[in-house]
């Protein structure tokens, strides 16, 4: 495995009475381990495709040929979609330096600069379209079901800017499509837009979720734009349903430890939510995919925690006063990256003049990751619950197994909650209220 997990700091022994009771963990351990042989079955029978998605390969090539295509002469590369259709694809994308400052246009002379639009807001998408050059811009468009409002209102505005711009013969190498086939007896207004202007579109998979995607084409769209090693995120993701196969029981399987103890410290301790909290840029975005992947797959019925996407260093110094002497409510997971070495390193007279002698030749990693040992050290000192993710090298490897996971992790913590993890009824009320608002408008 790329990475290792450590929920010693979760425990009762470890942090007094905010901790699980080791029966209590023990015992939802053994409540999953149906679970885990009904997931060993549906990899048999392909009924659940995300755990055969580490397998497939024969998507890779036409997602590069068409990405290659799109991009011939490209310098921006604009990507719509919202919530699942997006995070998975931000994820992999910061891997690749996007939406980092100094690293976001790097190696920009081989490919083009990448754009994520996942939020509507009539300003925004108005200047934007204003600010862009039209001519060296390219459109990845990406909705499951090809019926999301937000998607259709993104394509629609970009369509008619490019026709206003005199470009309309040239939509169909402009705009790139994804979402799922027509034959599913359901409309698909992304695919009707397609199909009006002759724009390609791949296939999105029918069974697979927007926020379970994002090792799906999905994700290697935006993954293969900033030059990364698709096959090598997947082979990550590989390692751990290998590690789901041949598991003899569910303390053998990080993603059941995981989800074990996340549903007990709800149910016996008092945990409202979970923060996620990564010590790198790198996972910025991965910490807000995860967000939606937790909360959207167990809010329901009553049930689950509330997640909350946090990052180190940064937010030591506006969260973490909270989460060590603040309402005991919360379960953190620090995520860290061997950094050690790693930066610039500090000159001594500058330090002896910052009065900070400490800091003299030490490099930027070494503080970070002198944080890291101190953090959960403090948040176990205070009783506080503390699990620890070490990646020894943030690599596309260990960036496939961390999503892998935690989509199995999640997927684990619905059985003991007694919710489907696949579903969003909730959502739904309010879609079809924002579509009745609308048409009684028009009326």
């Known amino acids: 495995m790329p990475f290792s997990q450590n929920v010693n700091g979760c425990l009762e022994a470890k942090i007094g009475p905010a901790g699980l009771p080791e029966a209590s963990f023990r ?36 997602a590069r040929a068409a990405l290659g295509h799109l ?58 379209l204003a600010g862009l050059d039209l001519k060296t811009t390219r459109f990845i468009v990406t909705s499951k079901s ?49 199909e009006a202007f002759a724009i390609p579109t791949l296939e999105h998979d029918t069974g697979i979720g927007g926020r379970f995607s994002g090792l799906t084409n999905v994700g290697l769209l935006p993954a293969l734009s900033r030059g990364l090693d698709v096959e090598a995120l997947r082979e990550g993701a590989a390692s751990v349903v290998e590690a789901l196969l ?19 410290l709800a149910k016996e301790r008092g945990v409202r939510a979970n923060i996620m909290l990564p010590y790198s840029d790198r996972l910025s975005r991965f910490a807000a995919w995860y967000v939606q992947l937790w909360g959207e797959s167990l809010g329901k019925d009553g049930e689950g925690t509330t997640p909350v996407a946090a990052l180190g260093p940064v937010d030591q110094h506006s969260q973490l006063q909270l989460y060590l002497d603040g309402a005991p409510q919360h379960f953190i997971t620090v995520v860290r990256v061997n950094c050690a070495g790693v930066g610039p390193r500090v000159a001594p007279d500058l330090a002896s003049l910052a009065k900070a002698d400490y ?20 948040l176990i000192k205070a009783g506080r619950p503390v699990r620890t993710i070490d990646i020894e090298t943030l690599d596309e490897r260990a960036l496939g197994a961390l999503m892998m996971h935690f989509m199995l992790e999640t997927i684990l913590a619905a059985h003991l909650l007694g919710v489907d993890p696949f579903d969003q009824p909730a959502v739904e009320s309010g879609k079809i209220l924002t579509r009745r608002y609308l048409e009684d408008a028009a009326g």
């Open 246 to 264: 041949d598991g003899r029981n569910a303390s053998d399987f990080a993603p059941a430890v995981g989800a074990a103890i996340a549903v007990g």
């Open 359 to 378: 800091l003299a030749n030490r490099a930027v990693g070494d503080l970070v990751a002198a944080q890291q040992r101190a953090i959960p050290e403090a």
């Open 146 to 194: 090809g019926n999301t409002p937000e998607t259709l209102v993104q394509i629609s505005a970009a369509i008619d800017a490019v026709r206003k711009a005199g470009l309309a013969a040239r939509i169909p190498d402009l705009f790139l499509g994804l979402t799922e086939s027509g034959t599913t007896g359901q409309s698909n207004g992304l695919r009707a837009l397609c």
């Open 27 to 62: 015992s939802r351990l053994a409540a999953l381990e149906p679970r885990l042989k009904s997931l060993r079955a549906t990899h048999v029978d392909g009924s659940l495709p995300l755990l055969r998605v580490p397998e497939w390969r024969d998507d890779i090539a036409p």
């Open 71 to 128: 991009t011939q002469g490209a310098r921006t590369l604009v990507v719509f979609g919202t919530g699942g259709s997006s995070l998975g694809g931000q994820t992999l994308a910061q891997l690749g330096g996007w939406g980092i400052p100094g690293d976001e246009t790097h190696g920009s002379e081989q490919r083009p600069r990448t754009r994520f639009y996942d939020n509507l807001d009539a300003r925004t998408l108005e200047l934007a």
